[in-house]
């Protein structure tokens, strides 16, 4: 039979192992496949097919004895050379780099004195690298063996750069070298400002080489992290700018300067150190606690400042900018006279089981088992005195911020069912509240106001409105503009949401097929705004009378499809937001005051989707009628290696027991409504509602009192 | 034109590509409709042909000079699966002795007899065996030696090496868990800190890199999400921007491109639409349809109706356009098919334009004579065959709900005559031979 002339040449011209548009993604490396089936389809003469054969046949001889010598261990000069031998023709064979790393690893440990054996046998490694590279310049156990060198100490940065050089101006995007870039610049401690200028040379070469942007950013990041002279974000990031318009005025298709500038704004808008957001109580504020499910009767000013309990307890809610890991009560010092909170336990609320979190709660005790009597208490919070508060990109909270709150504790009956059932259709009135009343709850303290952002924000704006015509343009300008709502000092002064929910209005429009992105900022934008002043957001505020005039924020009908600005809604009971088209409550831990909250007809799809709840504490009352709950559309068993119920944490407790078959079922919505505390539910108006799944719920929440409109018990 | 800055490099190549691929599509559109027909058709008997010629050049010795031999087994013998095929008993029994002797005696795949076992050849290996199928098949492999070779690859970071003192990057991450998945060998060791090594690979463009620090790239994309979609960490990841990212890799041409700014390349059919499908099955089918088209369907279903109207306004249906047609009109020629008319009846709505994908392929990456390819002007080779004929299986059901329902005839560019075994989008083999393989092994266990 004769050798099939597409299998197995040997043989491969550098100029096709370096073609720079080729970039697949095989499993080891493209040229291996390229030399099998990849040659070009011509007509062979035939003194090439006897080559060919005869190359073929003697690497089939170097492979046999190759595999030989590494069985047996023989790590001779003669043996190593074989090794080199066939990884020069074929760098894929990564069983030869590993015979080679052992075969280097056994010299070495006999003569580990001698400096220039030691040397010679690392640069004839280097060599084997860089002839196989040759070869196939996407080898993945080449780049590797190179960097198992490197590792050992040897080889000087400028040995390594003048090989980049060389193939990276054959290939500019290959993301090997760029990797091995990287990490020779680490290991080597070559300053990254002569990275930093090198991407320059490479941009200035050709802007749309994406992957010398992508390098920038991360080279700047490590700059600007460690604050490298002359890297200090307010001269930098402007500077920044100015290069990456030169790249999107001179082509608008081209991708590469876009993403570099989505970075950009990202270095804009975000502060390094983390920042304490908001609070509740907030500073300043008085509040009134009482016990038991009824609220007091009291003026209208002071609703949204009582809060009541029947766990007897409040929650402080801290809101940082970004993700913190270190709140504890060594950081964070509380002082008051409430009794029983000498040492209060921070958790963050988070679903994951993490350590890090934008929100942290502690629960105060007020309710003391000795008689109470109305007082007033101060409570003074001291965060970030001492060190440990840390982001999760490493940073301190560095500077210590305190508050001062008032507590007024009331003495009430306690009240343990809920005899009236919260029907969310009527009862509500319009809050004619003072905006005085309000103004603690919008104050916020922003500290990140500084001058160069904003001036570099504005400047930006100016230079895309004139580009807003295209796609990508008016997407710039939305985020742009948004950018600017989020460092202005106060909200709405020079903030133009109604000009950014119509860029949005008109991306979904334009850009039917990332509907879904553009309905999601489009949300954003929109609670930004509602949340914005004081003025904008009493207009969503409500009294519902059935509930003692208790005050509900009313988010309903707004086309919502996702939950933003919680940070500014903490203070908030009851929460309205039916008739959305809300996938997930993610978000909504953060306020964990709710105790009543209305999610009905929306578009939730299971109960994980509400996973976020388990953190809401209070809560009591929950409509999710008229979802899409038990309207898989994916098939959770088919995806999940296994299954979410092997984990066996259920069969622990008595209703798992119990319930197996109803549990296996149902296990979503037990894992949710088992952490709840409820004592009314709507679940009417899902795939999942029935009569069985009715059964199950009261065995799941003992407590529950309403089910579907339904007294359970009496 | 001499006002215009001269243009780069890449841009250059890119108008090479367009040039190459709007010609193709000129022709298409200008020609009559039997030969419209025939370069639209998948030519299953030469496509079948130059497999299986590859599979029995393979052997009869499964020759093992090189250090992906069960890639390439796997590639073909997938191929055919697709292809609604199966190899005959000769070549299976060859194909399962071969796969055994590249199993390492501690467990795991090498690249061939007597190489190091290699998580990327152990994926392939296995995913071959699921393929052919059968108890002698599945029972070759040995689980629990596989089992502790997943183990030893395990790095403190936890991600993956590719093999013993090999590269840690999200292939081996992926091959790790997927085999595992398969094999109903995950467990808590295997699956700890993944989720975080993952993550750290994913960067602000939204898309996942090979290692932290790198751009990333629709292979790598692929393997992460499918990684914490199978351990059950999807939710961690950014899927937003992730969406974002992977539909917008769809260019001009309408294949798919691997990296910002990359040319078009037939395999990413699969490794960009594959993430694509997953995300529209994670999110809710109604919110991804296009909303301008709420009010003509026929099977819209219950609460859309009543959803929708605030606040939006409302577009004529015809505006729907992509990025597509607006080249089209640049570029003086075009494809005249306007599909996105027959979307009004609404299953899931694809975020990818996945006819004009399966045009791409069809047209610029199918080579007549059997075999696919990257692009037009490129050789065949198995591995884009593989990737091209699993990306439009991918397209074909794009609209369905899950692997289980078939597609319409619309759905399909060409219609049945074209239709490809839907696929198991986690780790790529054909949705029968999947249950067959999960079944035996969950048996096993």
Redo the contacts between chains.
């Keep these: 039979m004769k050798p099939?002339r597409n299998?197995?040449s040997i043989e491969e011209p550098l100029s096709l192992s370096l073609d720079?548009?080729?970039?697949?993604?095989?499993?080891?490396s493209?040229t291996?496949?390229?030399k099998?089936?990849?040659?070009?389809?011509k007509a062979y003469k035939p003194e090439e097919e006897a080559a060919s054969a005869s190359k073929?046949a003697k690497?089939?001889s170097l492979?046999t004895q190759f595999?030989s010598i590494?069985?047996h261990k023989i790590y001779t000069k003669e043996a190593i050379d074989l090794s080199r031998k066939l990884l020069e023709i074929?760098p894929?064979?990564?069983?030869a780099w590993?015979y080679r790393?052992l075969a280097v690893e056994d010299t070495l440990s006999r003569e580990e004195s001698n400096q220039d054996l030691v040397k010679s046998i690392l640069d004839e490694e280097l060599k084997v690298v860089e002839s196989a590279l040759r070869q196939n310049f996407k080898s993945?156990?080449a780049?590797?063996h190179r960097?198992?060198v490197l590792s050992k100490g040897h080889s000087s940065v400028g040995n390594e750069l003048r090989l980049l050089d060389k193939f990276q101006s054959l290939d500019s995007?290959n993301?090997h070298a760029?990797?091995y870039r990287?990490f020779a610049v680490e290991l080597t401690n070559r300053s990254k400002q002569d990275e930093l200028k090198y991407t320059e040379d490479m941009i200035s070469?050709?802007?749309?080489?994406?992957?010398a942007w992508?390098n920038r950013?991360?080279l700047l990041s490590s700059l600007l992290a460690r604050k490298a002279e002359g890297f200090t974000p307010n001269e930098k990031i402007p500077e920044e700018y100015k290069l990456v318009h030169d790249a999107i005025f001179?082509?608008e298709d081209?991708?590469?300067g876009w993403?570099y500038h989505?970075?950009l704004l990202?270095q804009t808008v975000n502060v390094e150190t983390p920042l304490l957001t908001s609070s509740w109580p907030s500073h300043g504020s008085c509040i009134n606690l009482s016990g038991g499910d009824g609220c007091l009767n009291d003026s209208s000013s002071s609703k949204l400042t009582t809060f009541c309990s029947d766990l007897g307890s409040f929650p402080l809610i801290l809101y940082f900018d970004q993700p913190v890991s270190g709140v504890s009560s060594s950081t964070v010092a509380v002082d008051s006279e409430l009794r029983g909170n000498e040492d209060l336990v921070w958790e963050p609320v988070s679903?994951?089981n993490s350590r890090v979190s934008c929100v942290w709660v502690a629960r105060l005790n007020y309710m003391s088992s000795e008689p109470c009597f109305p007082k007033e208490y101060k409570v003074k919070v001291r965060i970030g005195n001492s060190p440990g508060i840390v982001s999760s990109r490493g940073c301190n909270f560095s500077t210590p911020y305190e508050f001062v709150f008032t507590a007024h504790v009331h003495d009430t009956v306690r009240e343990d069912s809920q005899e009236v059932i919260v029907s969310w259709t009527d009862g509500f009135d319009i809050w004619d509240a003072q905006s005085k009343d309000l103004n603690f709850l919008v104050n916020l303290d922003q500290q990140m106001g500084l001058k160069w952002r904003q001036e570099a924000i504005e400047e930006e704006i100016e230079l895309f409105r004139a580009l807003s015509d295209s796609?990508i343009g008016k997407l710039t300008l939305a985020r742009l503009l948004m950018a600017k709502a989020m460092i202005s000092e106060n909200g709405v002064k020079g903030v133009h949401y109604e000009e950014i929910l119509e860029l949005y209005?008109d991306l979904?429009?334009l850009d039917?097929?990332?509907?879904?992105?553009y309905?999601?900022e489009h949300s954003v934008a929109l609670l930004h705004k509602v949340t914005s002043s004081t003025e904008s957001l009493s207009r969503y505020l409500f009294q519902y009378r059935d509930i003692n005039n208790s005050i509900c924020l009313r988010l309903n009908?707004?086309?919502l499809?996702r939950i933003a600005s919680v940070e500014k809604l903490l203070f908030v009971q009851m929460l309205d937001l039916s008739?959305n088209?809300l996938?997930s409550t993610e978000g909504l831990e953060a306020m964990q005051l709710i105790s009543c909250l209305n999610l009905s007809?929306n578009?939730i799809?299971s109960f994980s989707a509400l996973d976020s709840l388990r953190h809401l504490k209070q809560l009591r009352v929950l409509d999710v009628s008229?979802n899409?709950i038990g309207e898989h559309?994916?098939?959770t068993t088919r995806?999940?290696?296994?299954s979410?119920l092997s984990n066996s944490e259920w069969t622990e407790d008595e209703v798992g027991r119990q319930m197996t078959s109803l549990v296996t079922k149902y296990w979503d919505a037990y894992f949710v409504l088992r952490d709840l505390d409820l004592k009314q539910l709507d679940i009417a108006g899902n795939v999942i509602a029935g009569d069985e799944f009715s059964s199950f719920v009261p065995q799941v929440v003992p407590k529950l009192v309403w089910l579907d409109g339904q007294k359970l018990r009496s | 034109m001499e006002e215009l800055p001269s243009i780069t490099v890449s841009q250059r190549e890119q108008f090479l590509v367009e040039n190459d691929v709007f010609g193709m599509y000129s022709y298409f559109d200008t020609s009559d409709i039997a030969t419209q027909k025939f370069m639209v058709e998948i030519q299953r008997d030469k496509q079948l042909d130059y497999l299986m010629n590859g599979l029995r050049q393979l052997g009869p010795s499964f020759s093992s000079l090189d250090a992906n031999r069960p890639w390439v087994c796997y590639w073909i013998i997938h191929s055919i699966a697709l292809l609604g095929e199966s190899v005959d008993d000769d070549l299976e029994n060859n194909a399962i002795d071969f796969l055994g002797r590249c199993q390492g005696s501690d467990g795991g795949y090498g690249g061939g007899p007597g190489q190091l076992p290699h998580l990327a050849t152990s994926y392939a290996a296995v995913n071959t065996l699921v393929t052919l199928g059968g108890e002698k098949a599945f029972s070759s492999i040995n689980r629990e030696q596989m089992a502790c070779f997943l183990r030893r690859m395990k790095d403190t970071n936890g991600g993956f090496r590719m093999h013993n003192m090999g590269e840690i990057d999200v292939r081996a991450c992926y091959t790790a868990i997927s085999i595992a998945s398969i094999l109903n060998i995950v467990d808590d060791e295997l699956t700890r800190g993944l989720g975080d090594y993952i993550l750290s690979c994913q960067t602000y463009e939204g898309g996942i890199g090979g290692e932290p620090g790198s751009e990333a790239h629709g292979g790598y994309t692929y393997c992460g999400l499918a990684t914490m979609i199978l351990i059950n960490e999807v939710d961690r990841l950014n899927l937003d921007s992730l969406m974002n990212w992977v539909v917008h890799r769809q260019g001009v041409e309408l294949g798919f491109q691997g990296r910002t700014n990359k040319l078009v390349d037939g395999c990413y059919t699969f490794w960009q639409a594959a993430p694509c499908v997953l995300l529209q099955r994670f999110f809710s089918s109604q919110d991804i349809a296009p909303h301008g088209s709420s009010s003509h369907m026929s099977q819209g279903t219950d609460e859309d109706h009543e959803e929708h109207g605030h606040d939006e306004d409302d577009p004529e249906d015809s505006d729907e356009d992509d990025s597509d047609e607006d080249s089209d009109e640049n570029s003086g020629n075009g494809h005249q098919v306007h599909h996105t008319s027959t979307y009004i009846d609404r299953r899931i709505q694809p975020v990818f334009d996945s006819l004009g994908l399966q045009r791409y392929v069809l047209l610029c990456s199918q080579v007549a004579d059997g075999g696919f390819r990257d692009k037009l002007r490129k050789p065949r080779d198995f591995y884009h065959t593989c990737y091209c004929l699993s990306g439009l299986s991918v397209a074909q059901h794009a609209w369905s709900k899950d692997e289980d329902t078939p597609p319409l005839t619309r759905d399909i560019l060409g219609g049945y005559a074209n239709h490809l075994e839907p696929v198991h989008l986690l780790h790529n083999v054909v949705m029968d031979r999947y249950n067959e393989a999960i079944e035996f092994f969950h048996r096993e266990a």
């Design positions: 099939d299998k197995f720079r548009s080729r970039d697949d993604f095989q499993p080891l493209s291996s496949e390229r099998m089936h990849g040659r070009p389809r073929a690497l089939r492979q595999m590494h069985h074929n894929e064979a990564y069983t590993n790393k993945y156990g780049w590797h960097k198992w995007r993301f760029w990797n990287r070469k050709d802007f749309s080489n994406y992957s992508h950013s991360v001179t082509d081209d991708q590469s993403f989505l970075w990202d679903n994951k796609k209005s979904m429009v039917s097929s990332h509907y879904r992105y309905k999601d009908n707004l086309s499809s008739h088209e996938h007809h578009r799809r008229h899409n559309s994916v098939d995806y999940l290696c296994s979410p």
